[in-house]
């Protein structure tokens, strides 16, 4: 009988690909009982594109380092929506990163990096005031 091996991890930019699939995921299945999950949205500003491609995005107003996912709904708090930048476990920020993070709290807005799905559902839940249910 032949062994199959595990596995392993996915690193670098499928294991964020992953990480926000799983929270995307998680928000669906709990827009019953948090209507506002529903406005959770992707910005589509990483990955490899052709050039041309690029220029387009870049000509459309796609801006390097938007954090990965935005929940535009106030809260309690007083924020005016959560912005989450995702990480893999040993990830980095970058500069272009930190910055868009810096200047959307400095807005109003609560922006935070999230290392691993279950960070960045905390990270909802305690933001919408609910229970994180993981």
Not at 58 to 63: C, F, L, Q, S
Not at 64 to 90: Q, V
Not at 117 to 122: E, N
Request: charged share 20%; with cysteine; aromatic share 6%.
């Amino acid at each position: 009988m032949r062994r199959t091996r595990k596995p392993a991890p996915r690193r670098g930019r499928n294991a964020e690909h992953d990480i926000q699939c799983a929270v995307v995921q998680w928000a669906t299945l709990h827009e019953r009982d948090e209507p506002r999950l529903k406005l959770l949205f992707a910005i589509p500003s990483g990955g490899a594109r052709s050039v041309i491609t690029g220029a387009r995005l870049k000509a459309e107003g796609t801006k390097r380092g938007l954090p990965d996912l935005c929940l535009p709904a106030p809260n309690t708090a007083g924020y005016l929506g959560l912005w989450l930048e995702l990480k893999a476990p040993g990830g980095r920020v970058s500069p272009e990163q930190q910055w868009w993070i810096d200047r959307l709290n400095v807005q109003g807005y609560h922006a935070v990096v999230c290392t691993g799905w279950v960070a960045a559902v905390q990270a909802i839940a305690n933001y919408l005031g609910m229970e994180s249910r993981v």
